[in-house]
């Protein structure tokens, strides 16, 4: 079995994924039909030639925009039942996945039906595919903080639907300490925590200090400078905090995938993991993500196996969910050893 065969078949889990950076062109176009947006693009091809990023900068230029063609309860549910569709295909097995209602309610849609939208997918998912699944909302945190607070208001009356809060979008002068006061009140509502600390950021270390310290995150999305400041690597690596790693997306918004200090974290025992971003928009999923990663830096079969292990043990899943995912996936590991 060659790795590519072994890394598709692989079970695994996805703790990174923004569901608005889940909207492929198609749908981008049905939905747009479907509501009567001009998004000013026809075919598939069009759109897609929109879809062009060097920078994280420019691809949030494309993003925020393209979420209006997100308009009712059924469109949310359709955006996400898409991507867990695709994510149970690549055998994703649990999918913790982000949300930015900021963005939708200040278009006037309601913040119920974003999240009932989306949940409606979760349980469909379950039913239908399998797959288990959390939903994470995130500040949109360049956007004002009063946004941010009327929207974790609103997510108290959801604790059923969401599992966690996260931090997204333009870090440049939005560092974490800005939202310690909601991050704290999310913890005390009994919601997990965890915020993007960007690759190469401007601040990064300080920023990173400040997710762990300040906030007391649970887990941290990218943040891989960590290596940079010796007494946080070793903060991070004693408390267990998993780092959420997007080698396909570090192409896109710097000019390196991080391949060698995301294996590098691995091999040190750090609580790294690997998903997808913005997998419409970067194109990869999952499998492609860990194909990418295994190119750069040369990993071996139990290595892949081990980021599995790793999100599994960071994740938010319920206890059953833990157990059946490590019982498939040393399952997995015994039938096909022999033939790597
Ligand atoms: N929101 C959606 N995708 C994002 C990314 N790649 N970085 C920061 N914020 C995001
Ligand atoms: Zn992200």
Known sequence: MDLTAFT??????????????TLEPDLKLELARRNG???????????????????????LAVYYPAMDVLVTRADFR????????????????HAEVFFDPQVHVARGVAFEDVVLGYHDAVLDARRELGLSAG????????????????????ALGFRGQIVGVGLDSDERGNPPAKFAHLFARAREAGFKLTAHCDIDQENTTEHIRQALEDIGVDRIDHGTNVVEDPR??????????????????NSFVTDDSRAGVIADLLRRGVKVTVSSD???YFGGYVT??????????DLAPDELIQLQRNAIEISWAPEEVKE???????AYEALVAPDL
């Open 8 to 21: 598709a078949a692989l079970p695994k889990v996805e703790l990174h994924l923004h569901l608005e950076g």
């Open 37 to 59: 947006v001009d998004i000013g693009q026809r075919t598939v091809e069009e759109v897609r030639a929109t879809y062009v990023f060097d920078s994280l900068a420019s691809f």
């Open 78 to 93: 359709d955006l996400a039942m898409a991507y867990f569709r695709k994510a149970a295909s690549q055998n994703v097995r």
């Open 135 to 154: 939903l994470i909302m995130c500040f949109v945190r360049d956007l004002p903080v009063e946004s941010a607070e009327a929207v974790l208001e609103q």
């Open 232 to 249: 946080l690597l070793a903060l991070l690596t004693e408390r267990g905090t998993g780092l959420t790693c997007c080698p396909i997306s």
């Open 278 to 280: 913005d997998p419409a």
């Open 288 to 297: 492609e993500n860990l194909v990418h990663l295994t190119r750069g830096a």
């Open 324 to 330: 059946d995912f490590l019982a498939e996936l040393d």
